[in-house]
């Protein structure tokens, strides 16, 4: 049975690349009908950041990335709050000194100042190392600070195979006697994930590449404790492409960079999700880009991750962002486009029309304030907008004739839908010798004050209604 999780450490925002990190372990585990775990890493107390659990429930709960055990839901391998844990992973250090794969530390903060000071790159010097039991034992009844180091091989190399990297080996030589547990007893993160990875049955380790190269480290704890090493997974960075055309590290300067920033600025759950599925994988034999989650989990295998960086392109997201919100039924986008337009509409305007025009011309929801603005109110706009060489309008006379005609047809009619108003309009063209397209273009220019529009001239007098369409058609003529 497939188990993965996603372990990230409460500091703030959810970042894209952690929102893949989670998309991708919930798929290896969704597409063998696994177990799916929500842990948070919150032993590192001084980045810890009040309310930032919350925002990463709230993202996996907005895009559908449901945990099948985690904070909230529970499980059977709970508490899921490292912070909860403590005492555990206590215990198991201690059983890795019995072990003989970590020993006690109890180096005074001065001396490791003094270490570095001599020597900043070459770490620890070892020095509690080879302490025997009995100083051990008497440090420890004296009640000496302590922390927990990790005993590393000094010799040999140690090697796992990474199923998107490949092989990865270091030599031993260059490993640290980390610390595991600290000095106020909290583990360190390269300690306590290991512990909760094989107390929760993980199999699969899906997670940035960062962790690509201290794993070795963690392999070697595996072996200590004689547990079965899991599946490791690393996904590919994801860059950002700089103005210079280069790519560095995804961030805030390439753009909105947070799962919630997306959101607010018009991107839809599905889209972002979608999206940044195909930022690290591909699918095999296909280039297909559409996908929903459940679609995802049939398809997504791990072989079809990539260890190249992926580049997050903003105008593809945007791309698929339109689609994702052309194909919204109109009751979702409607729910959708409330929250987005803040200002009240005229009583009179036809709402679900006006959005139904939009929607298929938008590609995030931001936008829809501002292309709605004409509807609520006429802009201001000079009277040469009307002129146009395509319609062979040339003279304002002609369109001071067009709107003359037209205003009786309007104002008598009794229905005001769009078919009732173009069928009524329609004979103007042959009355007054001139295409349909030059009438329909004077009318659209009167009743939005804008050259592009959603919508032609009656899907824009359907909307804004009788009295604002003559009377719209009255400032026209009084520019005129
Ligand atoms: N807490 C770590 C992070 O947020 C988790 C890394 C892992 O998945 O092992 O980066």
Redesign the pocket.
């Given at each position: 049975m497939t188990v993965t999780?996603?372990?990230?450490?409460p500091t703030g925002y959810m970042h894209i690349g952690?929102l893949r990190?989670a998309l991708y372990a919930y798929l290896v585990a969704k597409h063998d009908n696994g177990t799916f775990i929500l842990r948070i890493?919150d032993t590192d107390r001084e980045r810890f950041v009040e309310g930032a659990t919350d925002i990463i429930k709230d993202t996996l709960r907005i895009t559908g990335l449901r945990y099948d055990e985690g904070p909230d839901v529970g499980g059977e391998h709970g508490p899921y709050v490292q912070s909860e844990r403590k005492a555990i992973y206590m215990e198991y250090a201690k059983r890795l000194v019995d072990l003989g794969a970590a020993y006690y530390c109890f180096c005074s903060k001065e001396r490791l100042e003094k270490l570095h000071e001599e020597d900043a790159v070459g770490g620890y010097d070892r020095h509690c190392r080879n302490l025997s039991p009995g100083q051990v034992q008497k440090n420890l009844d004296a009640g000496l600070p302590f922390v927990i180091r990790q005993k590393a091989p000094l010799t040999g190399v140690t090697t796992y195979t990474d199923s998107v990297f490949g092989e990865i080996s270091m030599n031993n030589e260059e490993l640290q006697d980390q610390i595991l547990i600290k000095a106020d007893g909290y583990p360190t993160?390269n300690f306590c994930?290991v512990i909760d990875d094989y107390l929760m049955g993980v199999t699969h380790?899906v997670?940035?590449s960062e962790?690509l190269t201290s794993t070795p480290k963690y392999v070697l704890l595996y072996d200590a404790f004689g547990w079965e090493r899991p599946t490791y997974v690393h996904l590919p960075l994801m860059m950002g492409k700089n103005e210079d055309g280069t790519v560095s590290k995804l961030s805030k300067r390439h753009g909105a960079v947070s799962f919630q920033d997306l959101l607010s600025d018009g991107y839809l759950p599905e889209a972002i999700l979608n999206y940044i599925a195909l930022l690290g994988w591909c699918p095999k034999d296909s280039t297909r880009e559409f996908f929903t989650l459940d679609e995802l989990k049939e398809v997504f295998t791990i072989d079809g991750v990539s260890k190249s960086p992926a580049v997050f392109d903003y105008d593809k997201l945007l791309w698929f962002n339109g689609e994702y919100i052309h194909a919204l039924s109109d009751e979702r986008f409607l729910a959708y486009a409330d929250t987005f337009m803040k200002e009240a509409y005229p009583e009179t305007l036809n709402k679900d029309k006006m959005l139904a025009l939009l929607k298929t011309r938008i590609a995030k929801l931001s936008e829809l304030d501002d292309r709605a603005a004409f509807f609520r109110e006429l802009p201001a706009y000079d009277k040469e907008l009307f002129l146009n060489k395509k319609n062979k309008i040339t003279e304002y006379d002609t369109v001071r004739t067009v709107l003359t005609q037209a205003r009786p047809i309007l104002s008598e009619l009794t229905a005001f839908d769009n078919d009732t108003l173009f069928a009524a309009l329609s004979p103007l063209g042959e009355a007054l010798g001139m295409k349909l397209g030059a009438i329909m273009w004077c009318l659209r220019i009167a009743v939005s004050g804008l050259s592009a529009t959603p919508g032609g001239a009656t899907e824009i007098m359907e909307v804004i209604g009788r009295e604002q369409t003559l009377a719209r058609i009255d400032h026209a003529l009084s520019l005129l």
């Open positions: 999780r996603f372990a990230p450490s952690n990190t890493e993160y994930h380790v997670r940035g962790y």
